[in-house]
Protein backbone atom coordinates (compact mmCIF):
# COMPACT_ATOMS: atom_id res chain seq x y z
CA UNK A 1 0.00 0.00 0.00
CA UNK A 2 1.01 3.60 -1.03
CA UNK A 3 0.38 6.89 0.33
CA UNK A 4 -0.79 9.19 -2.31
CA UNK A 5 -1.98 12.41 -2.64
CA UNK A 6 -4.15 13.43 -5.42
CA UNK A 7 -4.77 17.11 -6.28
CA UNK A 8 -7.27 18.63 -8.28
CA UNK A 9 -9.06 15.34 -6.27
CA UNK A 10 -12.85 16.75 -6.99
CA UNK A 11 -12.13 17.58 -10.53
CA UNK A 12 -13.51 14.92 -13.21
CA UNK A 13 -10.48 13.03 -13.83
CA UNK A 14 -9.05 13.43 -10.13
CA UNK A 15 -12.20 11.99 -8.99
CA UNK A 16 -11.79 8.90 -11.17
CA UNK A 17 -8.62 8.66 -10.46
CA UNK A 18 -8.82 8.40 -6.55
CA UNK A 19 -11.01 5.67 -6.73
CA UNK A 20 -9.12 3.35 -9.29
CA UNK A 21 -6.00 4.19 -6.92
CA UNK A 22 -8.23 3.37 -3.83
CA UNK A 23 -9.45 -0.10 -5.80
CA UNK A 24 -5.86 -0.95 -5.80
CA UNK A 25 -5.51 -0.62 -2.52
CA UNK A 26 -3.58 2.29 -1.83
CA UNK A 27 -4.55 5.08 0.96
CA UNK A 28 -5.06 8.09 -0.68
CA UNK A 29 -5.89 12.01 0.01
CA UNK A 30 -7.44 14.03 -1.86
CA UNK A 31 -6.90 17.65 -2.13
CA UNK A 32 -9.12 19.90 -4.19
CA UNK A 33 -11.31 23.76 -3.46
CA UNK A 34 -13.90 21.63 -4.40
CA UNK A 35 -15.59 18.37 -3.27
CA UNK A 36 -16.87 16.41 -6.33
CA UNK A 37 -19.60 17.67 -8.49
CA UNK A 38 -21.83 14.14 -8.57
CA UNK A 39 -20.66 12.08 -6.21
CA UNK A 40 -19.00 11.43 -2.57
CA UNK A 41 -15.19 11.26 -3.27
CA UNK A 42 -13.63 7.77 -2.18
CA UNK A 43 -10.59 9.04 -0.73
CA UNK A 44 -9.59 7.90 2.72
CA UNK A 45 -9.53 11.80 3.33
CA UNK A 46 -10.60 14.87 1.22
CA UNK A 47 -9.37 18.31 2.07
CA UNK A 48 -11.07 21.27 0.59
CA UNK A 49 -8.15 23.46 0.46
CA UNK A 50 -6.25 25.76 -1.59
CA UNK A 51 -3.01 24.99 -3.32
CA UNK A 52 -2.24 28.36 -4.62
CA UNK A 53 -1.57 28.93 -0.75
CA UNK A 54 1.91 27.71 -0.26
CA UNK A 55 1.30 26.69 3.41
CA UNK A 56 -1.44 24.33 2.39
CA UNK A 57 0.96 22.56 0.55
CA UNK A 58 3.82 22.41 2.61
CA UNK A 59 0.94 20.87 5.45
CA UNK A 60 0.31 18.09 3.46
CA UNK A 61 3.46 17.28 1.17
CA UNK A 62 5.46 15.44 3.51
CA UNK A 63 8.32 12.72 3.40
CA UNK A 64 4.93 10.33 4.22
CA UNK A 65 3.64 10.57 0.80
CA UNK A 66 4.75 8.23 -1.58
CA UNK A 67 3.52 9.62 -5.02
CA UNK A 68 1.85 12.89 -5.76
CA UNK A 69 -0.58 13.02 -8.99
CA UNK A 70 -1.05 16.70 -10.00
CA UNK A 71 -3.91 17.41 -11.48
CA UNK A 72 -5.10 20.41 -10.24
CA UNK A 73 -5.48 23.39 -12.55
CA UNK A 74 -8.08 26.00 -13.76
CA UNK A 75 -9.55 24.85 -16.80
CA UNK A 76 -12.56 24.48 -18.96
CA UNK A 77 -13.66 23.70 -22.27
CA UNK A 78 -13.14 26.05 -25.28
CA UNK A 79 -15.82 28.24 -23.77
CA UNK A 80 -13.71 29.05 -20.97
CA UNK A 81 -10.48 28.66 -22.74
CA UNK A 82 -11.41 30.53 -25.94
CA UNK A 83 -13.02 33.72 -24.57
CA UNK A 84 -10.15 35.28 -23.30
CA UNK A 85 -11.88 36.40 -20.44
CA UNK A 86 -10.39 34.06 -18.34
CA UNK A 87 -6.21 34.53 -19.49
CA UNK A 88 -4.77 35.88 -16.56
CA UNK A 89 -6.62 33.51 -13.93
CA UNK A 90 -5.81 30.23 -16.11
CA UNK A 91 -2.23 31.25 -16.29
CA UNK A 92 -1.66 33.00 -12.46
CA UNK A 93 -3.90 30.04 -10.45
CA UNK A 94 -2.18 26.57 -12.33
CA UNK A 95 1.01 28.06 -12.33
CA UNK A 96 1.25 29.55 -8.66
CA UNK A 97 -0.10 25.81 -8.16
CA UNK A 98 3.10 23.78 -10.01
CA UNK A 99 5.19 26.86 -8.20
CA UNK A 100 4.25 25.35 -4.81
CA UNK A 101 3.88 21.44 -5.31
CA UNK A 102 7.15 21.21 -7.13
CA UNK A 103 9.05 23.09 -4.13
CA UNK A 104 7.49 20.81 -1.61
CA UNK A 105 7.57 17.86 -3.91
CA UNK A 106 11.57 18.56 -3.61
CA UNK A 107 11.51 19.48 -0.26
CA UNK A 108 9.71 16.00 1.09
CA UNK A 109 11.67 14.25 -1.41
CA UNK A 110 8.74 12.56 -2.64
CA UNK A 111 9.39 9.23 -4.80
CA UNK A 112 7.25 10.28 -7.62
CA UNK A 113 5.25 12.89 -9.39
CA UNK A 114 2.83 13.00 -11.97
CA UNK A 115 2.11 15.82 -13.47
CA UNK A 116 -0.98 16.54 -16.01
CA UNK A 117 0.23 17.96 -18.87
CA UNK A 118 -2.11 18.83 -21.87
CA UNK A 119 -2.52 18.41 -26.35
CA UNK A 120 -3.00 22.18 -25.97
CA UNK A 121 0.94 23.18 -25.85
CA UNK A 122 0.80 22.10 -29.28
CA UNK A 123 1.86 24.48 -32.00
CA UNK A 124 -0.90 26.27 -33.80
CA UNK A 125 0.50 26.18 -37.34
CA UNK A 126 0.55 22.39 -36.94
CA UNK A 127 -2.99 22.35 -36.39
CA UNK A 128 -4.33 24.43 -39.19
CA UNK A 129 -5.43 21.40 -41.22
CA UNK A 130 -8.36 19.91 -39.84
CA UNK A 131 -7.29 16.51 -42.31
CA UNK A 132 -3.96 16.36 -41.10
CA UNK A 133 -2.80 17.28 -37.69
CA UNK A 134 0.48 16.83 -36.13
CA UNK A 135 0.62 16.19 -32.15
CA UNK A 136 3.64 14.23 -32.26
CA UNK A 137 5.73 15.03 -28.68
CA UNK A 138 8.97 16.04 -30.36
CA UNK A 139 7.05 18.80 -32.39
CA UNK A 140 6.04 20.98 -29.27
CA UNK A 141 9.25 23.25 -30.12
CA UNK A 142 9.32 25.91 -31.65
CA UNK A 143 6.43 26.60 -28.68
CA UNK A 144 3.28 28.27 -30.72
CA UNK A 145 0.25 27.32 -28.39
CA UNK A 146 -3.22 28.99 -29.13
CA UNK A 147 -4.22 29.27 -25.57
CA UNK A 148 -2.55 30.82 -22.26
CA UNK A 149 -4.12 27.84 -20.75
CA UNK A 150 -1.31 26.03 -23.31
CA UNK A 151 1.62 28.35 -22.54
CA UNK A 152 1.26 27.02 -18.82
CA UNK A 153 1.04 24.09 -19.27
CA UNK A 154 4.64 23.93 -21.56
CA UNK A 155 5.92 26.11 -18.43
CA UNK A 156 4.84 23.56 -15.94
CA UNK A 157 6.61 20.90 -18.12
CA UNK A 158 9.54 22.91 -18.06
CA UNK A 159 9.23 23.52 -14.52
CA UNK A 160 9.14 19.37 -13.48
CA UNK A 161 11.62 18.58 -15.94
CA UNK A 162 14.20 21.15 -13.88
CA UNK A 163 13.03 19.80 -10.96
CA UNK A 164 13.91 16.73 -12.07
CA UNK A 165 17.72 17.75 -13.30
CA UNK A 166 18.60 20.00 -10.32
CA UNK A 167 16.78 17.95 -7.86
CA UNK A 168 16.28 14.60 -8.99
CA UNK A 169 12.92 14.90 -8.79
CA UNK A 170 11.29 11.58 -10.34
CA UNK A 171 8.45 13.12 -12.43
CA UNK A 172 6.28 11.43 -14.97
CA UNK A 173 4.33 13.87 -17.39
CA UNK A 174 1.29 13.12 -19.84
CA UNK A 175 -0.27 15.32 -22.38
CA UNK A 176 -4.22 14.83 -22.36
CA UNK A 177 -5.92 14.93 -25.69
CA UNK A 178 -9.82 15.58 -24.75
CA UNK A 179 -10.85 13.35 -21.60
CA UNK A 180 -14.64 12.95 -21.49
CA UNK A 181 -17.32 10.46 -19.86
CA UNK A 182 -19.76 10.00 -16.85
CA UNK A 183 -19.41 12.53 -13.86
CA UNK A 184 -17.76 15.77 -16.12
CA UNK A 185 -19.38 18.91 -15.78
CA UNK A 186 -21.95 19.37 -18.37
CA UNK A 187 -23.64 22.02 -17.64
CA UNK A 188 -21.19 24.66 -15.72
CA UNK A 189 -20.00 27.05 -18.67
CA UNK A 190 -16.78 24.86 -18.57
CA UNK A 191 -17.92 21.45 -20.21
CA UNK A 192 -15.72 20.29 -23.44
CA UNK A 193 -17.62 19.75 -26.27
CA UNK A 194 -18.97 15.83 -26.16
CA UNK A 195 -20.36 16.65 -22.98
CA UNK A 196 -22.09 19.91 -24.08
CA UNK A 197 -23.28 18.29 -27.40
CA UNK A 198 -24.67 15.50 -25.01
CA UNK A 199 -26.47 17.72 -23.41
CA UNK A 200 -28.16 19.92 -26.42
CA UNK A 201 -29.32 16.48 -27.83
CA UNK A 202 -30.47 15.07 -24.35
CA UNK A 203 -32.45 18.68 -24.12
CA UNK A 204 -33.71 18.77 -27.62
CA UNK A 205 -36.67 17.22 -29.07
CA UNK A 206 -37.36 14.47 -31.62
CA UNK A 207 -36.70 16.85 -34.39
CA UNK A 208 -35.12 19.95 -33.11
CA UNK A 209 -32.21 21.73 -33.73
CA UNK A 210 -28.90 22.61 -31.83
CA UNK A 211 -26.34 24.71 -32.25
CA UNK A 212 -22.44 24.17 -33.22
CA UNK A 213 -19.65 26.76 -32.80
CA UNK A 214 -17.85 27.36 -36.33
CA UNK A 215 -18.87 25.57 -39.32
CA UNK A 216 -18.31 22.04 -37.49
CA UNK A 217 -14.87 20.91 -39.69
CA UNK A 218 -12.67 21.10 -37.05
CA UNK A 219 -11.58 17.86 -35.77
CA UNK A 220 -10.66 16.39 -32.49
CA UNK A 221 -10.08 12.94 -31.20
CA UNK A 222 -11.72 11.91 -27.18
CA UNK A 223 -10.50 9.53 -24.98
CA UNK A 224 -12.62 7.88 -22.62
CA UNK A 225 -12.33 8.23 -18.62
CA UNK A 226 -11.25 4.67 -18.22
CA UNK A 227 -8.59 4.27 -21.06
CA UNK A 228 -6.85 7.76 -19.27
CA UNK A 229 -6.52 6.36 -16.07
CA UNK A 230 -5.20 3.33 -17.84
CA UNK A 231 -2.15 5.29 -19.04
CA UNK A 232 -1.22 7.44 -16.11
CA UNK A 233 -0.70 4.51 -14.07
CA UNK A 234 0.83 2.44 -17.13
CA UNK A 235 3.45 5.66 -17.25
CA UNK A 236 3.58 5.87 -13.08
CA UNK A 237 4.37 1.98 -13.04
CA UNK A 238 7.18 2.55 -16.13
CA UNK A 239 10.76 4.18 -16.36
CA UNK A 240 9.65 6.42 -18.97
CA UNK A 241 10.70 9.89 -18.25
CA UNK A 242 9.57 11.00 -21.44
CA UNK A 243 6.70 13.21 -21.95
CA UNK A 244 3.93 11.45 -23.71
CA UNK A 245 0.70 11.79 -25.26
CA UNK A 246 -2.46 10.29 -23.72
CA UNK A 247 -5.32 10.43 -26.21
CA UNK A 248 -6.98 8.70 -28.72
CA UNK A 249 -5.91 8.10 -32.63
CA UNK A 250 -9.59 7.91 -34.06
CA UNK A 251 -10.60 11.49 -35.48
CA UNK A 252 -13.89 13.15 -36.13
CA UNK A 253 -15.08 16.45 -37.51
CA UNK A 254 -17.49 18.25 -34.36
CA UNK A 255 -20.60 17.69 -37.00
CA UNK A 256 -19.73 13.92 -36.73
CA UNK A 257 -19.54 13.63 -33.11
CA UNK A 258 -22.61 15.84 -32.99
CA UNK A 259 -24.09 13.08 -35.63
CA UNK A 260 -23.10 9.92 -32.88
CA UNK A 261 -24.60 11.81 -29.68
CA UNK A 262 -27.92 11.94 -31.64
CA UNK A 263 -27.81 8.45 -33.29
CA UNK A 264 -27.14 7.15 -29.83
CA UNK A 265 -29.94 9.52 -28.51
CA UNK A 266 -32.22 8.10 -31.47
CA UNK A 267 -32.88 11.59 -32.88
CA UNK A 268 -33.22 13.50 -35.82
CA UNK A 269 -31.36 16.37 -35.10
CA UNK A 270 -30.74 19.42 -37.14
CA UNK A 271 -27.26 21.36 -37.00
CA UNK A 272 -27.45 25.69 -36.92
CA UNK A 273 -23.60 26.71 -36.98
CA UNK A 274 -23.21 29.85 -35.17
CA UNK A 275 -20.09 31.98 -34.06
CA UNK A 276 -18.08 30.79 -31.11
CA UNK A 277 -14.51 29.62 -30.21
CA UNK A 278 -13.53 26.65 -31.30
CA UNK A 279 -9.51 26.63 -30.96
CA UNK A 280 -7.15 24.86 -33.80
CA UNK A 281 -8.80 23.73 -36.69
CA UNK A 282 -7.19 19.84 -35.92
CA UNK A 283 -5.89 17.94 -33.19
CA UNK A 284 -5.57 14.56 -32.88
CA UNK A 285 -3.68 12.17 -30.64
CA UNK A 286 -0.09 10.78 -31.48
CA UNK A 287 0.59 7.40 -30.31
CA UNK A 288 3.29 5.94 -31.72
CA UNK A 289 5.64 6.79 -29.14
CA UNK A 290 3.31 5.97 -25.53
CA UNK A 291 2.82 2.67 -27.31
CA UNK A 292 6.47 1.88 -27.99
CA UNK A 293 7.45 3.07 -24.50
CA UNK A 294 4.68 1.76 -21.81
CA UNK A 295 2.74 -0.23 -24.07
CA UNK A 296 -0.88 1.84 -23.52
CA UNK A 297 -3.22 1.59 -26.64
CA UNK A 298 -6.65 3.10 -25.51
CA UNK A 299 -9.34 0.23 -25.40
CA UNK A 300 -12.62 2.22 -25.64
CA UNK A 301 -13.75 2.59 -28.73
CA UNK A 302 -15.47 6.26 -29.77
CA UNK A 303 -18.81 4.74 -30.13
CA UNK A 304 -19.15 2.79 -26.52
CA UNK A 305 -17.36 5.63 -24.86
CA UNK A 306 -20.09 8.30 -26.28
CA UNK A 307 -22.88 6.20 -25.70
CA UNK A 308 -22.15 5.60 -22.08
CA UNK A 309 -21.42 9.51 -21.43
CA UNK A 310 -25.09 9.96 -23.30
CA UNK A 311 -26.90 7.83 -21.41
CA UNK A 312 -25.18 9.41 -18.22
CA UNK A 313 -25.93 13.04 -19.33
CA UNK A 314 -29.68 12.20 -20.26
CA UNK A 315 -30.22 10.91 -17.17
CA UNK A 316 -28.62 14.08 -15.31
CA UNK A 317 -31.22 16.50 -17.83
CA UNK A 318 -33.86 14.00 -16.80
CA UNK A 319 -33.30 14.90 -12.90
CA UNK A 320 -32.77 18.96 -13.48
CA UNK A 321 -36.07 19.35 -16.10
CA UNK A 322 -37.95 17.17 -13.16
CA UNK A 323 -36.77 19.31 -10.34
CA UNK A 324 -37.46 22.54 -12.56
Known sequence: MKRILVLGAGGFIGSHLV???????????????????????????????DLRNPQICEQYITDEIDEIYQLAADMGGAGYLFSGENDFNVMHNSALI???????????????????????????VNQTD?????????????????????WEKIFSERLYHAASRNYDLNVRIARFHNIYGPEGTWN????????ALCRKVAMANQEDTIEIWGDGTQTRSFLFIDDCIDGILALMESDC?????????????INRLAEMIASHAEKSIALNHIDGPIGVMGRN????LVTKSIGWIPKVSLAEGLSRTYQWIDSQVAVMEQNG
Open 19 to 49: TRLKNNGHYVIGIDLKLPEFSASTADEFVQA
Open 98 to 124: NLNVSHCAIQAKVEKVFFSSSACIYPQ
Open 130 to 150: PNNPNCEESSAYPADPDSEYG
Open 188 to 195: SGKEKAPA
Open 241 to 253: TEVLNIGSEEMVT
Open 285 to 288: SENS
